[in-house]
T-cell receptor
């Protein structure tokens, strides 16, 4: 069984500050891990994914995430927040087989203060 | 990755009626997925739609309430039947991005925001 826990339903940072969104996973098999972003009134957009290659994954819009097996974590970071980063962020996990389902975390709403 | 067109983008419906949501993909895909996102919550998988076979429903979702059609490899519909206010949610369709296998992630439609009054 797989699950994802996102710590903090709402994170607020100042423009230009570091963004850190936390995600811990549980998986009985080697996982694939994803971060998605959802802007208001839109669908989900893939930010980045970990698929057992490099543990530090770079995505779009300056975001990156590091897979840490020892900590079962996949935290999302961005060095300098922009106002346009305000959105809902979802961490997700799946197994590697074609029959695996993707399981989403509860989401973290990121607000940016001017 | 695939481009998905989903419609309607939003609708306000009377309780007891039904709404059919359409999802069109610009390439052929084996599986299409339907999700529900209740207000302020995460995504829950409703069912997986394979072309040429019955959809596979997740626990808590039944075909009578959420009938799905998958007439070809680029199109699917989800119907929300006999609606009640509890069905007010965003409904999203999704396909695997770039090919089969979870390594590519998923591409999502823009969603249908349903309000039942």
């Amino acid at each position: 069984a797989q699950s994802v826990t996102q710590l903090g339903s709402h994170v607020s940072v100042s423009e230009g500050a570091l963004v850190l969104l936390r995600c811990n996973y549980s998986s009985s098999v080697p996982p694939y891990l994803f971060w998605y972003v959802q802007y208001p009134n839109q669908g989900l957009q893939l930010l980045l994914k970990y698929t057992s290659a490099a543990t530090l994954v770079k995505g779009i819009n300056g975001f990156e995430a590091e897979f840490k097996k020892s900590e079962t974590s996949f935290h999302l970071t961005k060095p300098s927040a922009h106002m346009s980063d305000a959105a809902e962020y979802f961490c997700a996990v799946s197994g590697t087989s074609s029959a695996s389902k993707i399981i989403f975390g509860s989401g973290t709403r990121l607000s940016i203060r001017p | 990755s695939a481009v998905i067109s989903q419609k309607p983008s939003r609708d306000i419906c009377q309780r007891g009626t039904s709404l059919t949501i359409q999802c069109q993909v610009d390439s052929q895909v084996t599986m299409m997925f339907w999700y529900r996102q209740q207000p302020g919550q995460s995504l829950t998988l409703i069912a997986t739609a394979n072309q040429g076979s019955e959809a596979t429903y997740e626990s808590g979702f039944v075909i009578d309430k959420f009938p799905i059609s998958r007439p070809n490899l680029t199109f699917s519909t989800l119907t929300v039947s006999n609606m009640s206010p509890e069905d007010s949610s965003i409904y999203l369709c999704s396909v695997e991005s770039g090919g089969p296998g979870r390594a590519y992630g998923y591409t999502f439609g823009s969603g249908t925001r349903l309000t039942v009054v």
